[in-house]
């Protein structure tokens, strides 16, 4: 897949208005790329309904504009309730609140409000009931001991027996029973296994694990009557992976439900996902200017003014962003790391990577940065966050001003 900047002249004219390190995200692009996922799972699926992970990109104006496409919010923490409640036009019922290891005030504000809560642990259900917040709606998210990696890095998986998410198996069916017991109506069941997934199969193969339990859970006259298979859909972070088949993986969903559903005996459960990466992460750059160009011990390391607290996801997980010089003056090429100002070794976004050779002064654009890029940041060092702008059909949007040293200090009393 070709990795192209949508305007280098307009990039530019941004990093000299508002300087770098700078976050460029491309709403347009993000609204065609909503539009065409929710339109190939509606054919499968008419009911379907899509909850952005805020998360990957908790910026309010980019969540309004997918809210405004019918978009609902996928929630993790009280922060993200309340930006949930800054949107417009958001209906509860589209609001999905799925934390572990949550506070019982947090659970309590959820109930009130009318969001969905997810219970991510069976000792969570106790508290629902003894504090008289039992919805008479209420998902499980369920941990079935496999786990998928991220495609291409050395993340954490999602699930699996070592995993601190869900509910496992031994433990999911008396949940079920006991909330049900205690007046619950509407069961859902929610499960993620792994992110970034760019295996097409892989959909079919998790299906077949909730249809196994809800085949489990009929035995209890327990009706599952909406499921959610969470996020996770991969992206392209290399220049040579294609773009993962959308359709064949809602065919491939479609298939399993329909067989499933004709082998049980039972009408086709609601379908939700919750991605957060595959509708924002190919429609954001991280623009950062070469201060330093070292050479030593026969490397050549590029220094740039940004660092793991703008893209943490290399240092962390090892993980690829292709990353490209903004102006192409020649064809010449070297073998350089590119890395950060943090005082810390694993401050890297590319090892050994050819690219075109560069100057001090010159600007690199790391692409990919639309997900888990500005969400992620921290402040050692003292590190101030990257302003954030938004290209829209109308012009461009600041989204974010500048973090200042004032700001880094306001809650020092």
């Not at 805020?54 to 993200?80: F, R, T, W, Y």
């Not at 009130?112 to 997810?118: C, F, V």
Request: neutral net charge; glycine residues 8%; contains cysteine.
């Amino acid at each position: 897949m070709d990795k192209k900047i949508p305007d280098t002249e307009l990039f530019t004219k941004l990093i000299r208005k508002y300087g770098t390190p700078l976050q460029i995200y491309d709403g347009t692009a993000m609204i065609d790329n909503y539009t065409n996922f929710i339109y190939t799972f509606k054919k499968y699926f008419p009911t379907f309904e899509h909850h952005f992970a805020v998360k990957a990109l908790p910026n309010p104006h980019i969540l309004q504009i997918l809210v405004d496409q019918g978009c609902g919010l996928d929630c993790s923490s009280m922060s993200e309730l309340l930006l949930a409640d800054m949107m417009q036009n958001l209906q509860p019922n589209k609001v999905i609140f799925t934390s572990n290891f949550t506070a019982t005030n947090e659970l309590k504000y959820a109930f009130d409000k009318g969001y969905t809560i997810n219970l991510d642990c069976d000792s969570l259900l106790d508290v629902l009931i003894g504090n008289n917040i039992l919805p008479k709606k209420l998902y499980l998210r369920f941990n079935p001991s496999i786990g998928k990696t991220d495609s291409g890095t050395d993340s954490n998986i999602l699930g699996g027996e070592h995993s601190k998410f869900g509910i496992s198996n031994d433990k999911i069916i008396d949940c079920y029973v006991k909330a049900k017991k205690h007046g619950v109506e509407t069961f859902g069941l929610h499960i993620m296994t792994g992110s970034c997934v760019l295996d097409e199969d892989y959909w079919s193969c998790l299906c077949d694990v909730v249809f196994h339990l809800i085949a489990e859970l009929l035995k209890h006259e327990i009706n599952i009557s909406e499921i959610n298979l969470g996020g996770g859909i991969g992206i392209p972070y290399k220049p040579h992976q294609e773009r993962i088949n959308i359709r064949k993986i809602a065919f491939n969903i479609h298939k399993e439900f329909e067989k499933n559903c004709k082998l049980l005996g039972i009408d086709k459960p609601k379908l939700s996902m919750e991605n957060g990466r595959y509708i924002t992460g190919p429609y954001g750059y991280l623009c950062s200017k070469i201060n330093v160009i070292k050479k030593q011990n026969g490397k050549i390391f590029y220094g740039m003014d940004s660092c793991m607290s703008n893209l943490m996801r290399p240092g962390m997980y090892k993980s690829y962003h292709y990353i490209s010089k903004l102006h192409h003056e020649d064809d010449e090429h070297e073998i350089v790391n590119i890395v950060g100002t943090l005082c810390e070794n694993n401050d890297w976004f590319a090892k050994d990577r050819l690219i075109q050779k560069c100057s001090v002064g010159d600007y690199l654009v790391i692409h990919d940065t639309g997900a888990h890029a500005h969400s992620m940041g921290f402040q050692y060092n003292g590190k101030l966050r990257a302003p954030e702008v938004l290209l829209t059909p109308a012009g461009y949007l600041l989204i974010r001003r500048r973090e200042t040293f004032k700001d880094y200090i306001a809650t020092i009393i």
